[in-house]
Every structure is written in structure tokens, then in C-alpha cells.
């Protein structure tokens, strides 16, 4: 007698479980198609014609250091990219007018 009621519980449970997963499978996918309808686009960022790549060095602390203070606070990044690509196009008035603004920027500190 136990046996059958075993057995009958199992074919209860077994089913139960099944249609109480397949309701919230459907209701979270309507909340979800719901929520991206009354959800906004946010507008894509606009993209350099020029694929960007990414060109790393390494540097000890007082060169860091000595390029946070010549650049200013939040500018390192953007001094030393402008300072390279310069040096490298060979226009040596450009880089003259950058070192001398780095100077200036040292020696006030």
C-alpha cells in the first residue's frame, strides 16, 4: 500500500512542477518583450571613420610622474599620444611648442 501511494505521489509531482515553469517562462518573457518596448534607445556613439588600436609602453614612476605633471591633471594620456605622433611626422615645431609648454608647466608647480 505504500507503494501505490509512492507511485502516485510521483505522477502528481512530476507534472505539477512542468506548468508552474512553463507560466513564468511565459510571463518573464512578456515582462521582458514589455520592458524593451517602454524602454528608450539609447543613441549609439558615433564611430571614427579610423579603426583605433591600442599602443602600450612601460614606464617607471618618476617617468610617469614627470609626464602627469608636464601634462596636467586628466591630460597624460592625450600629451603623450600628441608628443609621439608628432615626434614621429617629423614636425619638430609642433613638438618645440609642446616641451616648452611642458616646461612652463614644471617649473610653475
Not at 42 to 48: D, L, Y
Not at 75 to 98: C, E, N, P, Q, Y
Amino acid at each position: 500500500m505504500n507503494t501505490k501511494k509512492k507511485a502516485a505521489t510521483k505522477k502528481t509531482t512530476q507534472g505539477a512542477p512542468a506548468a508552474k515553469q512553463d507560466t513564468r517562462t511565459a510571463k518573464s518573457a512578456t515582462a521582458t518583450k514589455t520592458a524593451a518596448q517602454e524602454r528608450p534607445q539609447t543613441p549609439t556613439k558615433a564611430t571614427s571613420p579610423e579603426e583605433l588600436v591600442v599602443f602600450a609602453f612601460r614606464l617607471t614612476l618618476e617617468e610617469r610622474k614627470a609626464i602627469h605633471k608636464a601634462a596636467g591633471p586628466g591630460k597624460a594620456s592625450k600629451f603623450v599620444r600628441s608628443l609621439a605622433t608628432h615626434a614621429a611626422r617629423g614636425d619638430i615645431k609642433v613638438v618645440t611648442a609642446m616641451i616648452e609648454a611642458a616646461r612652463g608647466a614644471t617649473t610653475k608647480s
